[in-house]
């Protein structure tokens, strides 16, 4: 009895002394003119690079094609993640991709490339998948489809472990970051010159950190 009662009190000073070790950061991101970006891909990188977050980025994603978009239009994943690709229209669609920082595609930026037939009615959803295991693959890619050129969409591969959307509010939060400092850099797709990242510090005390834009995001189709 004994020994199990220091063992129950032994777990619990290393639940505690862990619990003391992770602290909570909130970022902003804001646009030009002060108001809240969504789908901004916030990335964190802790000092300490060998801790992870008890949730880690999905392994598995999915990307519809659906009413000439792609949908969600930014997901992020970890590098060496498997996405699957699905086309919910009737008529046939491209994915092809590049790196997002060239704003086009040519055979000398190309990425991966796929074709999926449109949807038959009654029938399943044509499907295709690629693993992001490649060289190139780090940061932003820009998805787009040779039929219909008015198509983009944006796949984030992250190398830390701790990365997330903003929301509609502009907000992405991160729970359990190792106290100490950590580095926090934003991308958005239509910000083409690099925010310059911040250092911040985390510890038992909410951080909360404030990154913005030099451009307006374009309005997203509804």
Not at 68 to 87: D, E, H, R
Not at 117 to 125: C, M, V
Not at 148 to 165: C, F, I, Q
């Amino acid at each position: 009895m004994k020994a199990a009662a220091q063992g129950v009190a032994l777990s619990a000073l290393l639940a505690f002394s862990a619990a003391a070790q992770a602290g909570k950061l909130v970022v902003s991101v804001l646009d030009k003119d002060g108001k809240p970006v969504q789908d901004a891909v916030v990335v964190v990188t802790p000092a300490g690079k060998s801790a992870l977050p008890k949730t880690p980025l999905p392994a598995q994603a999915t990307i519809h094609q659906e009413k000439m978009q792609f949908v969600p239009a930014v997901t992020v994943v970890p590098v060496g993640a498997k996405v699957q690709f699905v086309n919910n229209d009737p008529w046939d669609h491209h994915v092809r991709s590049s790196p997002a920082g060239t704003g086009q595609f040519s055979a000398a930026n190309a990425g991966f490339e796929l074709r999926l037939e449109g949807k038959s009615e009654g029938k399943p959803a044509k499907t295709s998948e690629v693993t992001l295991d490649k060289a190139g693959v780090l940061g932003a890619t820009l998805l787009g489809c040779f039929i219909h050129g008015s198509m983009r969409g944006y796949l984030y591969a992250s190398e830390s472990p701790w990365a997330a959307k903003t929301s509609s509010e502009g907000i992405a939060t991160f729970e359990d970051l190792p106290e100490g400092t950590a580095q926090v850099k934003v991308w958005q797709a239509d910000q083409l010159i690099d925010i310059a990242p911040q250092q911040v510090t985390v510890g038992t005390v909410l951080a909360k950190n404030v990154m913005q834009l030099t451009v307006v995001p374009r309005r997203r189709r509804p």
